[in-house]
C-alpha cells in the first residue's frame, strides 16, 4: 500500500533519474526558493511539489498535486523563452514517464500512481529575490486503498456505534474523543474554533502532538435525515528547518485514513468524497497536517410529538407576545431571588 511519503520518493526518483533536473523540493510555494536539506537557494532545474486536496473515494484516494518544473531567469528577461520551453519539455517528459511507464525497469508507475486524465499545465513566473519562471502540472493521481476498519492501531479495537439510534450532536464528539484518545499515535484531542487549534484549554498550554481537533461545519436538513458536516484537524509539530515536514503529512495522512475507516464501517456514515487539504501554519510553532472536511447522516423522522414545546395556536399579537416575554423574565427574576 502507497503512503503520502513513498508517493513523494517517487516523484522525487523521477526527478533525479531525468538528466536535466538539478534539484527537488516538497513544500507550500513560499519555499520554493529554499532548499531545506542545504538552507540555501537550491540548484536549476528545479522540480518542486505543492501538496493539493486528496479525496477519500470508495475503494481509492484521489492525490492532487502541483508539479512545478521552473528554471532561474535573467534580471533581464533575456532567457525567458528558452526557461519556458525547456521547462515545458520537461514536463512533457515527466507525464509520459507517468503515462507509459508499465515495466519495473522504467518504474511502473502507470500501474502503481493511476494518473486520473490529462493534466492542465499553466505558466509559472515568480520574482522572489530570483526571478524564477516555469510550468505547473495539475495532476490527479488515483492509488487503490481499502478501508479496513480492523487495520488501524486503535487500543482496545476501538469502533464508532453500529446499529444504535442516534442520541444527540454531543454523542457523536463524545465517540470521536474516544477515537482521539484509542488511537495509538494520537497524543491530544481538542473541540471548538480553529483559534485554539494549538491551546489546550484544559491545560491552557500547548498541546502534545500528534493532536486531533474537530471543529463544527455546517448541519443541513434534508427529508428523513440529517447531514452533519465537521473539520478534523489532523496535525503535527514542524521541525524549525521543516526538514520532518515530508513524515509529517504521511503519518498524519495515514491517521486520517484510520479515521475515515472507522467513521465509513460504522453507524455514522461517513459519506464518500471527503476532501482534506494540506494544512500549513506557522504560529510560535509550526504545524503541518490535513484538514479533513466530512459529512454524517443522521435518521431523522422529525417527530413533532417529542419536542420540548408546550401547546399553542396562532393570533398573538405583538404586544402581548412582548407582555408574555415580560412575564417570563419576571419569573426567572423570582427564581433568582428565591436562590439568594
Given amino acids: 500500500m502507497i503512503n503520502y511519503k513513498q508517493l513523494l520518493t517517487d516523484f522525487g526518483s523521477i526527478a533525479y533519474h531525468h538528466e536535466q533536473i538539478r534539484s527537488f523540493g516538497f513544500g507550500d510555494l513560499p519555499q520554493i526558493t529554499n532548499d531545506i536539506l542545504t538552507d540555501q537557494e537550491p540548484l536549476y532545474t528545479r522540480m518542486y511539489i505543492v501538496p493539493g486536496n486528496i479525496v477519500f473515494n470508495q475503494n481509492q484516494i484521489t492525490y492532487q498535486l502541483s508539479l512545478i518544473i521552473l528554471d532561474k531567469i535573467n534580471n533581464d528577461l533575456s532567457n525567458l523563452s528558452d526557461v519556458m520551453s525547456d521547462t515545458l519539455e520537461i514536463q512533457k517528459d515527466l507525464w509520459t514517464i507517468l503515462y507509459q511507464s508499465y515495466t519495473e525497469q522504467y518504474g511502473n508507475f502507470s500501474w502503481n500512481l493511476l494518473p486520473q486524465d490529462f493534466p492542465t499545465v499553466t505558466p509559472f513566473l515568480e520574482r522572489f529575490e530570483t526571478i524564477v519562471g516555469g510550468w505547473t ?107 520532518n515536514q515530508q513524515d509529517v503529512l504521511s503519518d498524519t495522512l495515514e491517521i486520517a485514513k484510520d479515521l475515515f475507516a472507522k467513521l465509513y464501517l460504522s453507524d455514522y456514515s461517513a459519506e464518500w468524497n471527503a476532501q482534506l487539504q494540506p494544512f500549513f501554519e506557522r504560529t510560535e510553532t509550526g504545524v503541518g497536517g490535513w484538514l479533513l472536511t466530512m459529512t454524517s447522516l443522521q435518521k431523522s423522522d422529525y417527530n413533532r410529538c417529542v419536542l420540548p414545546t408546550t401547546t399553542f395556536s396562532n393570533g398573538v399579537t405583538w404586544e402581548e407576545l412582548m407582555n408574555l416575554w415580560k412575564l417570563e423574565a419576571q419569573k426567572w427574576e423570582d427564581v433568582k431571588q428565591e436562590n439568594i
Avoid at 479496513?148 to 442520541?167: H, L, R, S
Avoid at 481538542?190 to 494549538?198: A, E, H, K, P, R
Wanted: glycine fraction near 6%.
Fill in 137 to 243: 502540472m495539475s495532476l490527479s493521481v488515483i492509488i487503490p486503498f481499502d478501508y479496513n476498519k480492523c487495520t488501524p492501531p486503535v487500543y482496545g479495537d476501538y469502533n464508532f456505534p453500529q446499529d444504535q439510534e442516534f442520541k444527540s450532536y454531543k454523542l457523536i464528539l463524545q465517540n470521536l474523543q474516544l477515537f482521539g484518545q484509542y488511537h495509538e499515535q494520537i497524543h491530544s484531542y481538542g473541540f471548538g474554533d480553529v483559534q485554539q487549534l494549538t491551546n489546550d484549554i484544559i491545560t491552557r498550554q500547548e498541546p502534545l502532538y500528534p493532536r486531533m481537533y474537530v471543529n463544527p461545519n455546517t448541519a443541513l436538513f434534508h427529508s428523513g435525515q440529517i447531514e452533519y458536516g465537521f473539520n478534523v484537524y489532523i496535525i503535527d509539530k514542524l521541525s524549525i528547518d521543516l526538514s
